[in-house]
């Protein structure tokens, strides 16, 4: 919905179906779809997602996740009518069958387990000094979702992929045993070209560490529109349900690849 680009995955990369109206290509070891249309069709019933096959293969359910939710004003759930953003709905989604717990240094929301590490206005350098939190990266997350680059944009959109490549070193530096899911901007009318711009780098940067084994994966965020800002900034609540849909199969994806172990 409201993608004009490539149907097909890349090799090195598999298709996977979030819902009816959108898949994305992650980083995988099966033969590239044919297009998002069929594999979206041949999902599964239960939970709406298809996966690569992993030599690693574990459940999805029965794990302790400590998940750091990392990033600025969006992560911190800025305009959404709860102020949960899209952290309550990810929550209720990882919770079937799982133990989870929010962690950070920052409260926000009406949801019970509001913790976080969301600062409004922070561009990728600010975010990567919060992250050193007692209650953010050194407390051990075993799963951080990095959703970065927003307020970099209309300042230094051409520095930002190193900002980010740099944070990244820094959050496996700290939690090497921890799975890292990075999260492409979603629309910025402002400044959109730009967007674009980082978004390809981050892509790129993204696969390339996959590739050498890094315990990374992309959660594209394409399926928020520009329909679904409320200020030209932040999602609306429809909006952030979108963003949790499109965090969650990742996530799926990293425990199915084993990397989503017990907690230091």
Not at 93 to 107: A, E, H, P, R, Y
Not at 168 to 178: E, H, K, L, V, W
Not at 198 to 204: F, G, I, R, S, V
Request: with cysteine.
């Amino acid at each position: 919905m409201g993608w004009s680009g490539p149907t097909a995955c890349v090799s090195g990369t598999v298709c996977v179906a979030l819902n009816p109206f959108y898949s994305q290509c992650l980083p995988g070891t099966a033969p590239p779809s044919t297009t998002a249309t069929s594999t979206a069709t041949s999902s599964s019933t239960s939970t709406g997602t298809t996966s690569a096959p992993s030599s690693t293969s574990t459940s999805t359910t029965g794990l302790n996740i400590r998940l750091l939710p990392l990033g600025d004003s969006i992560t911190f759930g800025l305009t959404s009518s709860d102020g949960n953003g899209y952290r309550s709905t990810l929550h209720n989604l990882l919770q079937t069958g799982n133990t989870v717990d929010f962690i950070g240094s920052i409260k926000s929301g009406t949801m019970a387990d509001n913790d976080n590490e969301g600062h409004s206005g922070f561009t990728v350098s600010q975010i990567a000094q919060s992250a050193t939190n007692a209650l953010a990266l050194p407390a051990r997350p075993n799963v951080v979702l990095l959703m970065a680059g927003t307020n970099d944009m209309p300042r230094n959109p051409s520095g930002a992929p190193a900002l980010m490549s740099a944070l990244i070193d820094q959050i496996f530096t700290a939690c090497p045993d921890a799975a890292l899911i990075v999260a492409s901007l979603t629309p910025l009318p402002s400044a959109q070209a730009a967007v674009n711009t980082y978004n390809t780098a981050l892509t790129q940067l993204v696969n390339a560490r996959a590739a050498t084994g890094q315990h990374i994966l992309l959660a594209s965020m394409a399926s928020v529109l520009a329909s679904d800002l409320t200020d030209g900034v932040h999602p609306t609540n429809a909006g952030y349900v979108k963003m949790a849909n499109a965090w969650f199969p990742v996530i799926q994806q990293a425990a199915k690849n084993g990397w989503i172990g017990k907690p230091v």
